[in-house]
């Protein structure tokens, strides 16, 4: 009995070190932006200008007005529910349906996350790189980046079938630095609606999507959880969602053209 307490006692305890760990990386993140961002973006009075100084101010209203905005909250909705669920359902998938000890899914899980951020700072860098290097203006560069981490989604719906060990492992991993590798397209995006409403857009379209979580997608997938007794379905289809978002962007967002010979890239 007193050592199934200490082993109790113990795993309560194992959520410490890692939140621990996160809190310092985030502090040493702000030092790390305030660091290597130039002073004139910091300055407060130039973020709140609209981007044409000769421009009256957009009202917040006029930006539901704008298919872009609904582009993008479908956009964010996908993403998140592709993050999310595996964030919510695969922690108990391994340990309930693929019988993995709780070291060993804290072990997976903790590689999970250090590749999803991997897979934030690839992106971002690849998007600069069809800029910069291919000329490819910045709309396209980015729904193309955003394209190819859609398409490494993909892999969760084999996850299901994946034999134990290093097929099942590099099928989650594949997946975490593409969930993640989404996100940056998406706060890329939300800043061209508007440059006076920025905080206001970025509140607006978080919350629709994580009411959408919250009042929808968790319903559901927990019915189909506790309904089939499976994670199976859940998990394969989550990946699915990125294309979707895409879809939304191609029809609702309009083309960007290429920089021409003697213009900067967007």
């Not at 964030?87 to 349906?97: C, D, H, I, N, V």
């Not at 290097?133 to 892999?155: D, I, P, W």
């Not at 630095?177 to 995006?189: H, K, N, R, S, V």
């Amino acid at each position: 009995m007193e050592a199934w307490a200490d082993d109790a006692g113990q795993s309560a305890d194992s959520w410490r070190l890692p939140f621990r760990i996160i809190g310092v990386l985030g502090v040493a993140w702000v030092a790390l932006w305030f660091v290597t961002v130039p002073r004139g973006m910091l300055a407060g009075a130039g973020g709140a200008q609209p981007a044409d100084p000769g421009a009256p101010a957009a009202r917040y209203v006029d930006v539901f007005r704008d298919q872009r905005f609904w582009a993008l909250l479908g956009m964010v909705v996908a993403v998140n529910i592709t993050w999310h669920t595996y964030r919510t359902w695969l922690p108990k998938y391994l340990m309930e349906t693929r019988k993995y000890t709780e070291a060993d899914m804290t072990g997976l899980t903790t590689v999970y996350y250090l590749l999803a951020d991997v897979g934030s700072w690839t992106v971002g860098l690849l998007t600069l790189v069809l800029i910069r290097r291919y000329g490819l203006a910045g709309h396209n560069a980015r729904l193309l980046a955003y394209l190819g981490c859609g398409g490494l989604t993909l892999t969760s719906v084999a996850v299901p079938f994946a034999p134990p060990g290093f097929a099942l492992t590099g099928l989650v991993l594949v997946y975490a630095f593409a969930a993640l590798g989404l996100f940056p397209t998406y706060f890329a995006m939300s800043q061209e609606l508007s440059v006076a409403h920025q905080g206001k857009v970025t509140g607006t379209l978080g919350a629709g999507a994580h009411l959408t979580l919250s009042l929808v997608v968790y319903p559901i997938q927990g019915w189909v959880i506790q309904s089939t007794g499976s994670y199976d379905a859940t998990l394969a289809v989550a990946g699915l969602f990125p294309l979707l978002g895409f879809a939304a962007m191609i029809r609702l967002w309009p083309v960007e053209r290429a920089a021409g010979p003697g213009e900067r890239p967007a």
